[in-house]
């Protein structure tokens, strides 16, 4: 009976704190602690506010 082993491509991605990449699997960055599955929270300009520019 053959074995087979299953490998798993690892994928990276960059902590939004320290900006190094660390595995896409972890829940924490190993460099800064830094969660990397709570979600990214952007702050959007806020839209119908009357701007004081020039038309």
Sequence with gaps: ?????ISRERTMAKC???RKEVDDQL????HCGA???EP?????????????GSK
């Design 1 to 5: 009976m053959a074995t087979y082993t």
């Design 40 to 52: 990214i929270v952007q702050e959007k300009p806020h839209c119908g506010t009357p701007s004081t």
């Design 16 to 18: 939004i704190s320290c």
């Design 27 to 30: 829940e924490e960055c190993p």
């Design 35 to 37: 969660s990397m599955t």
